[in-house]
């Protein structure tokens, strides 16, 4: 399973649900407003870094770059392109978007 | 003109304008939204504070760049503010704490306000737009 989350982890709790629901070895990739959850410092940093031994941890570079974050995110945290998001795609037999 | 007269058409009087700014940049279209309105409101010679609290304080970081997702880079704008007489920037540290980020991250010159600081800027509006 592929999970995308697009809402900020210090405005909704989607990226919460999506760590605390996704089984072990699947994808999450943070797209838009999330990317903020993968950079140093952020309050759900942890949380992220926790997650990565179970799970693959992706985050939207274009997103990254259009908010200043693009030199802040956390090790462990793979950032991909729009090419890349088609590829994770791909490559899951099934996807979950939680808006 | 009376006195009477630049009451009944309100203008002289001076009002505490408060902008409350709690989004990111991006991901809704609150903030330029907000900005545009604060842009709005600097014609009207009121006293307008501009603060940023939450996830809004991620609207002053430096080093922003839409290029990749093809939206207009409005970060530049808010350093236009002071040329429009809004010169009352203030960030709620509490905010930046949490994500991380400090008062050398941003994009501006702001005053950077403690708990009970912004708690009591916050009650002595007479107007709050919170976006």
Known sequence: MLHIVNKSATERSSLESCLRLATKGSAVLLIEDAVYAATNGNAAAAKIQAAAADLKIYALGPDLAARGMAGRVLGGVNVVDYGGFVDLVAEHSNCQSWL | ?131
């Open chain 2, 1 to 131: 003109m009376s006195d009477m007269d630049e009451m009944d058409d309100g203008s002289g009087i001076v009002k505490k304008f408060m902008f409350l700014n709690r989004k990111a940049p991006h991901g809704t279209v609150y903030a330029l939204e907000g900005l545009e309105v604060v842009l709005i409101t600097a014609a009207f010679d009121q006293d307008v504070s501009m603060v940023f609290t939450d996830d809004g304080v991620y609207q002053l970081m430096k080093g922003i760049d839409t290029k990749g997702i093809e939206v207009k880079d409005f970060s530049k704008t808010y350093r236009a503010l002071e040329g429009y007489d809004i010169e009352k920037l203030y960030v709620d540290q509490v905010s930046l704490d949490a994500r991380g980020l400090t008062e050398d991250d941003l994009i501006v010159d702001v005053t950077v306000l403690s708990n009970d600081e912004m708690a009591n800027l916050m009650a002595e509006q007479d107007v709050v737009i919170s976006f």
